[in-house]
């Protein structure tokens, strides 16, 4: 089997790397001092989203662009080390319009929504003019069964009226967030995966309340800030509502797809920062006398992070590969395998980063602490650990094991 990346993703590898190590990167110290400290946009984004588009590295993330859409259509597997070059950086990925949640809200407008509904809400993130979020998780319920989401969407002549409260909205709280996709029960006499609609809601839309930002173990995400939000009689007209009534699971499965492979391709990346930031604080302190990379307990530490990440390297590509070739029905398996390991190495890598670096590592001097706390935030976001290893079960008990037929066993004594 040949591993290597085709002559074309190495590439596009090639020229997104020189884009970042000469544009994105330099910039980070000033993105951190305009966005995290003084809570500002940072003033050079336009002009290095127009760099980065006139480059071609626009909307990268996007294997199934038409025609007359900007982007350049490279498959998963291409793209893979592309978001790996993003991950390094929380915010590297809205300079080449890749960030969530806008990418997977793309790809659901792009196979569930009317030439219309495209027009009006998709062409505007195809070209970054506005942001999105995504409204799914309830407070009131176990959303980790997502048959239990209760926001309900009612028929009320042309229009739809809306009524809940969602939280844990990745980007809602963002100023230019100006609409959201809302999950929400629309028919409650139908069977429990077709209870549920997709529907289309501007942010500026009356009964629309910003109930507060929310934070994940005290560190904010300065991309797409997290929000709960009241939908209280909201009324939107029918067209809005995404595919046909019951569509609800559908839409966001296929939206879940690539939202849970892109987090894991970009957590590769900052696991590659993690570890080589591991090595240079080890080489250049001090402890008792030698160096502190000269200890055996480190080296573990860097060796055991290798090893994972390698790993877990390859099964995001065997993920990517697949999705390419059988689609999203065809790689849930594998979606599932990299959805469990991968935030789980990265909370790994990270505690151990954390230990070598010792108090600075929890520090904002360092982006360690936001690491654990991001690896933390993905074995619960998109669906729970748990929820993936059951689906990783079903599929791996789906033939009928005896013990007694196994033709690896020794006959049994009559």
């Not at 982006?367 to 993936?388: C, M, N, S, T």
């Amino acid at each position: 089997m040949d591993f290597e990346l085709s002559e074309h993703a190495e590439q596009w590898r090639r020229r997104l790397q020189v884009f970042f190590d000469q544009e994105v990167l330099p910039r980070h110290r000033a993105w951190l001092d305009h966005v995290v400290q003084r809570r500002e946009p940072a003033p050079f984004m336009a002009e290095l989203q127009s760099k980065a588009r006139a480059q071609g590295l626009w909307n990268l993330g996007l294997p199934e662009l038409a025609d007359d859409e900007p982007g350049t259509r490279l498959s998963n597997l291409d793209y893979a080390p592309l978001a790996e070059i993003m991950g390094r950086l929380f915010w590297a990925s809205e300079v080449f319009n890749c960030q969530a949640p806008d990418v997977p809200n793309m790809i659901a407008l792009q196979n569930c929504a009317t030439p219309a509904q495209k027009r009006q809400w998709l062409r505007p993130l195809l070209e970054a003019q506005t942001r999105s979020a995504f409204g799914m998780t309830e407070p009131d319920v176990a959303s980790s069964d997502a048959t239990n989401i209760a926001t309900t969407i009612v028929r009320d002549g042309d229009d739809y009226l809306i009524n809940g409260r969602k939280w844990f909205i990745t980007g809602a709280a963002h100023p230019r967030c100006s609409f959201l996709i809302v999950m929400g029960v629309s028919n409650p006499d139908a069977d429990r995966t077709r209870r549920h609609s997709c529907i289309i809601v501007p942010m500026n839309a009356p009964g629309v309340r910003l109930v507060r930002p929310i934070r994940w173990m005290g560190c904010e995400d300065h991309v797409a800030p997290i929000g709960e939000l009241k939908f209280e009689n909201v009324r939107v007209p029918a067209e809005n509502l995404l595919g046909q009534e019951g569509d609800g699971f559908k839409v966001a499965q296929i939206r879940l797809g690539p939202a849970r492979i892109h987090h894991c391709m970009r957590s590769i990346g900052l696991c590659e920062l993690l570890i080589e930031l591991m090595m240079a604080r080890a080489t250049e302190r001090r402890a008792f006398g030698r160096s502190v990379i000269e200890y055996d307990t480190v080296q573990r530490w860097i060796a055991e992070s290798r090893v994972e990440l390698e790993q877990a390297r390859l099964l995001c590509y065997r993920c990517a590969w697949l999705l390419d070739r059988a689609g999203h029905h065809g790689a849930w398996r594998e979606v599932s395998l990299i959805k469990v390991a991968v935030p789980a190495m990265l909370q790994r890598i990270a505690d151990r980063a954390m230990q070598v670096f010792g108090a600075m590592g929890g520090s904002d001097d360092t982006p360690i602490h936001q690491a654990l706390a991001w690896g933390r935030l993905l074995r619960i976001g998109d669906g729970p650990d748990e929820v993936h290893l059951r689906q990783i079960f079903r599929m791996e008990a789906a033939p009928p094991w005896t013990i007694a037929d196994s033709p690896y066993l020794a006959p049994h004594p009559v």
